[in-house]
T-cell receptor, first 114, second 113 residues
Framework: AQSVAQPEDQVNVAEGNPLTVKCTYS??????LFWYVQYPNRGLQFLLK??????LVKGSYGFEAEFNKSQTSFHLKKPSALVSDSALYFC????????????FGSGTQLTVLP | ETGVTQSPTHLIKTRGQQVTLRCSSQ?????VSWYQQALGQGPQFIFQ???????GRGNFPPRFSGLQFPNYSSELNVNALELDDSALYLC????????????FGQGTRLTVV
């Protein structure tokens, strides 16, 4: 079975500071990893994905994520946080066994303090 | 904003009733999947349709069913509604393939009373 863990329910960071939102995963085959963001009462918005190649993936709005195969992690990062980055962030994984199904973590609420 | 639209945005139903939710996929996308997001949780996969055929299903009972139409729009039907079915229902479309991202609609908030 494929699974995703987001160990932190809540992350607080001061505006202008770097932020990290953690994600670890478990899959049977090669992982396809995704980050999504959700604003209140809205659907999910795609940020970035890792398929293969460079372990550092760049995405929308200045976000990037680092894939680490040995630690089975895919942490989301941003060098300088903005108040407008405050939202709910979801990590998701897909592998070849589950016919395209995305398995999501429980989410991490990011609050950027002015 | 994605090109995925869902209707209605909000819905209140009584326990035991049936409901139909609708989704229009983004232009050029032939794969639609549905997710249930309970309050405070991550989305849970219900099922996926590819070219009008169901090609993947999560751990949901048969009273959750769906359709995909020739224009790739989709419906989610839930029979015999239970209180625990109260959730945000999300539709996502993609071009298919393991390495493609899914684009989500804004969701339908279903409340069962």
């Amino acid at each position: 079975a494929q699974s995703v863990a987001q160990p932190e329910d809540q992350v607080n960071v001061a505006e202008g500071n770097p932020l990290t939102v953690k994600c670890t995963y478990s899959v049977s085959g090669n992982p396809y990893l995704f980050w999504y963001v959700q604003y209140p009462n809205r659907g999910l918005q795609f940020l970035l994905k890792y398929i293969t190649g460079d372990n550092l993936v760049k995405g929308s709005y200045g976000f990037e994520a680092e894939f680490n195969k040995s630690q089975t992690s895919f942490h989301l990062k941003k060098p300088s946080a903005l108040v407008s980055d405050s939202a709910l962030y979801f990590c998701a994984v897909r592998d070849g066994y589950y016919e395209g199904q995305l398995t999501f973590g429980s989410g991490t609420q990011l609050t950027v303090l002015p | 904003e994605t090109g995925v639209t869902q209707s209605p945005t909000h819905l209140i139903k009584t326990r035991g009733q049936q409901v139909t939710l609708r989704c229009s996929s983004q232009s050029g996308h032939n794969t639609v999947s549905w997710y249930q997001q309970a309050l405070g949780q991550g989305p849970q996969f219900i099922f996926q349709y590819y070219r009008e055929e169901e090609n993947g299903r999560g751990n949901f009972p048969p009273r959750f069913s769906g359709l995909q139409f020739p224009n790739y729009s989709s419906e989610l039907n839930v029979n015999a509604l239970e209180l625990d079915d109260s959730a945000l229902y999300l539709c996502a479309s993609s071009t298919g393939g393991l390495n493609t991202e899914a684009f989500f609609g804004q969701g339908t908030r279903l409340t069962v009373v």
